[in-house]
Structure formats: structure tokens, C-alpha cells
């Protein structure tokens, strides 16, 4: 300012040096000037920054906007904390805060803090308009009642189905509450072809069923969804604490366990709700709500349920025997005949029994199949014989086909160093050497040769001595012996087959100066 004087005034000087100035020119004075007709006096300014405005000069105060911007970064503030009055906390917070944790300030003008919110803190209700303002979900019962801190009468509050607030709920004391408004476990048609189970069962707040001292925590939600049928599910809590949809229709569950088909609640069960379904859909008024809060106890009267170790029933048939239906359920079975054989009924029954035998009889499956029962055995089905072959041990033959039985036998020494023959068909001496009729059996049907007996009068003269085949069409087979230096021999191992037609013969040889005397042979075929 100094300096813009000492210039005015140089000026002015110079002015007045060389000549009178003119009083109707535009200077700029301090002060008014009367003898001046259009100068601007800087006195009638307001304090500030002089601006000068281009191309006119005229001088006037600089407002906010004709400065030039001035800001700052966050990283420039490296030290205190801005002030409540400028929009700060007053505090310093960077070693406060986490899970549940809130500003506020304790009094007015106070300094911000970080803290839990408490009871205390809270001086205002809000005013609920709607169930959502709480949780998020609207209420599904016509009459829920519960404390909300309105202004609404006692405090209490009545919700329609919606969940909206409708009118004052009444008295939050002991007055009795309408029970099947509590939403634990409640049943809701969510959609044509859903019914959600305990929609508000959490972990955190879970849905308790007791069954004597033991209690089950039901933590989620569950639902059921029908895809065909018409019927009647039976939702309800099993002693075990399973949560369970009985039905007789086509559903599946998520979250819970289907069972079929279940016609009612069963006798220990906790029930929650019964819903029709017609043609694959739910009923839209299908439900009736079955919780109950009071029950009686299923250990000190009535009928001990399945689930805790009885029978589930109060009485059964005299005769009969008890049967699992179920998993879950146990029935009686109808009278068993006396002297019956019990059959199994499968999946679902129970057992039942066949008619007492009479003598003789066996217990097999008839030929159209099906129950077995007493009755003869039809030999002409080769399923009531099978493939196997009884034992002669066992009483049968050792074979599938007919055995006959040859035995003969020739007398005297026989011929030393020779080939004899058996004659078949009559006795003769040990000394024939021709293969022939008188030699040979006709085999009359098909069958084996086996289980070779040779028994001689006297010992062979050598180890080679009786050596005895059983010949087919005049060629040797599998079967034979030899006698030796002993009296006896045999083959009960190996056989030949023969087909009707066949000739068989008995050929033994000697050694020299032979021994062997009246010898006999026995065979089947």
C-alpha cells in the first residue's frame, strides 16, 4: 500500500510539474476529492485485496472466487486430529474399532469414541412399520405378537399375514398368546409346488424339540417338494429328532426326510402340520397347523414309540408275529397256521405263513412258480432233479444212465503165453483164443464200461500174468487189470464209452508155464 502511494503521488507531482491537471479526467485518490469530478476514492472500499478489472481499470474488493485454490492431501496432516467443529472426532481412533463396534459420543459436544452399543445408549424406539425393519423377512402368521418398542399400545404389536403392523397386540404380560402364531418350525406353502419348513430356524437361534431329556437343536430350514399325486403329507419331528414329511404322494426333501407312505402321525411323533396336495400341486388352503406345546410324556403312559425302544402298539394278533413296516413302524402279522413254514412278505409286510404238510409231502415252489408250499415233487421237471448224479454212497447209481451188471467165467489152467477170451454167454475152459459171437456182448443201449473186477482160482505165475481189457468192437479201451502174482485186480477208475450196437469182449494174456486158474470177471456198462 505504501508503495501505490509513493506511485500516486510521483505521478500527481509530475503532473502538477509540467502543468495543471484536468479536473474531469478518472484518477484514483485515497480520499474524495471535491475539486475532482471522476476520480475513485480508495476510502470507499471495503477492507480486502484490490482487484482491478481488465480493460475498464476499475479498482474494487477481490471476492473468494478471484483467489487462487488452495488445497491440501490427506498425507499433509500428519499430526492432532481436526477439531469437532470442522467436521473431525476429535480423537484419535486408529487403535479402536472391530465386530460390534460403533462411534458415539457420550455427551453433547463430547469427543467421538468406539464402543458396543448398550441399552443405555439407546434413548429413542424406532417405530416398526413392518417386520422387515427387524429381520429382513416378513412374519407368516395372522396373529404374531411380540415386544417392539412402539408406540402402539403396551408396547405390543399385532401382524397380519404380510407381516405388517395392524393394530395394538394387547398386554405384553402373562396374558395368553394365540400359540400357533410362534413361528418355530412353522410349515408355509412357499410356492405351488414348495412347503418351507422352519424358516426361521438358524444356529444361532435354532428350532428345540425335547423328547424326555434329550433335546435336538434344529438349525436350518427345511422344504419339501411335490412333483405328482394326490394326498397328504404328515410333517412332524420323529423321537429321534429327525424332521420328517410322512406321505402318500411323490416328494422329495431338502433338509428333511421323506417317508412313505405315512397316513397319520405316528404315535411318538411331535406334529407340525398337515397339508393336502391335489394332482402334483399343494392345496393353497391345504394346511392345518398341529404344533403343540403341551404333551404328555412318552415314558410314563400309552404306547412306547419305535423310537425309544418299544413296540409303537397297544395290542397285536394272537398267533402272529411282529414285522418292521418301516423304519420306523412295527405291525403284527396275521395268525400263522400251526405246523406252518413263515414266509417272508418283503418290504412293507409282514411275515405270513404257509398250511401244515401232509404226510409225505415236500416243501417246494410249485411249477407256475410263485409261494412254496407242502406238495408232491413232479420227476418229469428236470429243475426238480437238476444236473447232478446221486451217489452210490448216497443210494443212487453213480450215473445218468442205467447200468447193467456182466459177469462170467472160463475154468482150468489157462493157456501159457497166449491171448485168451471170457466166453459171455457160457462158462468155458481158459484156453479160447478166438475173438467171437460166443465171446462178445451186444451192447443194447448207451452206457459205460467201468468198475472192472478180475478174481482168479490160483496166482499167476508172473508180475505180467492176467492182464485183463475190456475191448470195444474189437479194439482195447481204457478199463483193465492184472492180476499178477496175486488172485485179484480191478479198475474202478477209468471207463469207456459204448453206444447201442457196440461189441465188447474180455481179453487177458498169459505168460510162460501160466498158473492162473478158473478165472472170473465182472463189469458195468
Not at 417338494?225 to 426333501?253: E, K, Q, R, W
Not at 487189470?481 to 464209452?497: I, L
Amino acid at each position: 500500500m505504501k508503495r501505490f502511494r509513493l506511485v500516486l503521488l510521483t505521478i500527481l507531482l509530475g503532473l502538477g510539474a509540467r502543468a495543471q491537471a484536468p479536473s474531469d479526467a478518472t484518477y484514483i485518490t485515497q480520499t474524495p476529492n471535491g475539486t475532482l469530478t471522476a476520480e475513485q476514492a480508495l476510502s470507499a472500499l471495503a477492507t480486502g485485496i484490490l482487484k482491478v478489472t481488465t480493460a475498464t481499470g476499475v479498482i474494487s474488493i477481490a471476492i473468494g472466487a478471484d483467489l487462487p485454490t488452495h488445497t491440501h492431501a490427506a498425507t499433509d496432516i500428519t499430526s492432532s486430529q481436526i477439531a469437532l467443529a470442522r467436521g473431525g472426532t476429535g480423537s484419535d481412533l486408529s487403535g479402536t474399532g472391530g465386530t460390534g463396534q460403533f462411534l458415539k459420543q457420550s455427551s453433547l459436544g463430547a469427543l467421538v469414541t468406539v464402543g458396543t452399543i448398550g441399552l443405555a445408549d439407546i434413548t429413542e424406539k424406532a417405530a416398526l412399520a413392518n417386520l422387515t425393519d427387524v429381520t429382513g423377512k416378513k412374519g407368516n402368521s395372522t396373529t404374531v405378537q411380540m415386544f417392539t418398542g412402539t408406540t402402539l399400545a403396551n408396547d405390543c404389536a399385532k401382524f397380519d399375514p404380510n407381516g405388517n403392523i395392524t393394530s395394538a397386540g394387547g398386554a405384553c404380560g402373562l396374558a395368553a398368546p394365540n400359540l400357533n402364531a410362534m413361528t418355530d418350525l412353522a410349515v408355509a406353502r412357499t410356492s405351488t409346488t414348495v412347503l418351507t419348513i422352519g424358516l426361521y430356524c438358524s444356529a444361532s437361534v435354532p428350532c428345540n424339540v425335547r423328547f424326555g431329556t434329550t433335546n435336538y437343536a434344529i438349525t436350518a430350514s427345511a422344504t419339501t417338494t411335490i412333483s405328482a399325486g394326490t394326498g397328504t403329507a404328515y410333517i412332524y419331528v420323529t423321537a429321534g429328532g429327525t424332521l420328517t414329511v410322512g406321505h402318500n404322494v411323490t416328494v422329495v426333501c431338502s433338509g428333511c426326510t421323506a417317508s412313505s407312505p405315512v397316513t397319520a402321525f405316528p404315535a411318538s411323533a411331535v406334529p407340525l402340520a398337515v397339508w393336502t396336495a391335489t394332482s402334483g400341486v399343494w392345496d393353497a388352503a391345504g394346511g392345518s397347523d398341529r404344533r403343540s406345546y403341551l404333551s404328555n410324556d412318552i415314558g410314563t403312559g400309552g404306547v412306547l414309540p419305535v423310537e425309544t425302544g418299544g413296540t409303537g402298539l397297544a395290542s397285536g394278533t394272537s398267533g402272529g408275529i411282529l414285522g418292521f413296516t418301516g423304519t420306523t413302524t412295527i405291525a403284527s402279522s396275521a395268525l400263522l397256521a400251526a405246523n406252518g413254514v413263515v414266509l417272508g412278505g418283503g418290504a412293507g409286510a409282514t411275515p405270513t405263513a404257509t398250511v401244515a404238510g401232509t404226510a409225505n409231502q415236500v416243501f417246494r415252489v410249485s411249477g407256475g412258480g410263485g409261494a412254496p408250499a407242502f406238495g408232491s415233487i413232479d420227476l418229469a421237471q428236470s429243475a426238480a432233479v437238476g444236473s447232478s448224479v446221486l451217489a452210490r454212497a448216497n443210494g443212487g447209481t453213480g450215473d445218468s444212465v442205467l447200468q447193467s451188471r456182466v459177469s462170467s467165467f472160463c475154468s482150468g489152467t489157462a493157456t501159457s503165453s497166449q491171448t485168451l477170451f471170457i466166453v459171455l454167454w457160457s462158462s468155458g475152459a481158459c484156453t479160447t483164443t478166438a475173438e467171437g459171437v460166443t465171446t462178445e456182448l451186444l451192447v443194447s443201449s448207451a452206457g459205460k464200461l467201468r468198475n472192472l473186477r478180475v478174481k482168479s482160482g490160483t496166482a499167476g505165475f508172473a508180475a505180467g500174468s492176467g492182464a485183463v481189457t475190456l475191448r470195444i468192437n474189437a479194439a482195447p479201451s481204457a478199463v483193465t487189470c492184472t492180476v499178477g502174482t496175486g488172485t485179484t485186480c480191478s479198475d474202478t477208475s477209468n471207463s469207456a464209452a459204448v453206444a447201442a450196437g457196440d461189441r465188447v469182449t474180455v481179453q487177458f494174456t498169459t505168460q510162460a508155464t501160466e498158473t492162473l486158474a478158473d478165472l472170473q470177471v465182472a463189469f458195468e456198462y
